[in-house]
């Protein structure tokens, strides 16, 4: 399966909310910066990314360096909790994030759930206030996909991951390192 088509009911829902006019184009990026962003990645979300990545030949050793800073300057590898769930979720300017009118520079079809999932529900949005997280949309998409879940673990067991959820950039990192 694609990953787009995994991502299908979220890139539906971004495209209604976006022909309301409900869109994240005047926004500063409060929801991909330290003010908000907290997206943790399953390791078949960070498949989906690193595999962009290196397909665009953006997965490079500059990347990979500001993605450790990232790591180091929000302490994004001192996770409270047992791997398996975290119970403090930190906060981190996503690495993809270019800044208020470039957006993401990762594609939608690529693009980790819950972000996809996060989308303002009022017209032209500017301070990120009607901005929320659709846990609705995220466990109707996750219930379809009967097989993920199978395949999160299949990769945890190839690759002797520890982790069931990790922030974007240590992820990255740690899938990197597991040789995937």
Same mark, same amino acid.
């Given at each position: 399966?694609? %990953? &787009?088509? !995994?991502?299908? %009911?979220? +890139?539906?829902?971004?495209?209604? $909310?976006? #022909?309301?006019?409900?869109?994240?184009?005047?926004?500063?990026?409060?929801?991909?910066? &330290?003010?908000?962003?907290?997206?943790?990645?399953?390791?078949?979300?960070?498949? #989906?990314?690193? @595999?962009?990545?290196?397909?665009?030949? !953006?997965?490079?050793? #500059? +990347?990979?360096?500001?993605?450790?800073?990232?790591?180091?300057?929000? !302490?994004?590898?001192?996770? %409270?909790? @047992?791997?398996?769930?975290?119970?403090?979720?930190?906060?981190? #300017?996503?690495?993809?994030?270019?800044?208020? /009118? +470039?957006?993401?520079?990762? %594609?939608?079809e690529v693009k980790p759930y819950g972000c996809l999932g996060?989308? =303002?529900?009022?017209p032209l949005e500017s301070e990120g206030k009607s901005c929320? /997280?659709?846990? @609705? $949309?995220?466990?109707?998409?996750?219930?379809?996909?009967?097989?993920?879940a199978e395949a999160n673990e299949e990769l945890r067991k190839?690759? !002797?991951?520890?982790?069931?959820?990790? =922030?974007?950039?240590?992820?990255?990192?740690?899938?990197?390192?597991?040789?995937?």
């Amino acid at each position: 399966m694609q %990953p &787009a088509d !995994r991502r299908l %009911p979220l +890139l539906n829902e971004m495209q209604r $909310l976006t #022909d309301e006019g409900k869109h994240c184009a005047a926004c500063p990026g409060h929801c991909c910066t &330290a003010v908000a962003n907290s997206m943790q990645t399953t390791p078949l979300e960070t498949q #989906d990314v690193l @595999n962009y990545l290196r397909e665009t030949g !953006r997965w490079n050793e #500059d +990347l990979k360096t500001a993605l450790r800073a990232s790591v180091t300057k929000f !302490r994004l590898d001192q996770i %409270p909790g @047992n791997g398996k769930r975290s119970y403090l979720r930190r906060t981190y #300017d996503c690495p993809f994030f270019a800044g208020q /009118s +470039l957006g993401c520079t990762i %594609p939608r079809e690529v693009k980790p759930y819950g972000c996809l999932g996060f989308n =303002p529900t009022a017209p032209l949005e500017s301070e990120g206030k009607s901005c929320g /997280s659709d846990q @609705n $949309l995220l466990a109707q998409r996750e219930e379809s996909w009967t097989g993920e879940a199978e395949a999160n673990e299949e990769l945890r067991k190839k690759y !002797r991951l520890w982790w069931v959820k990790l =922030p974007l950039p240590l992820a990255l990192l740690e899938a990197d390192q597991a040789g995937f």
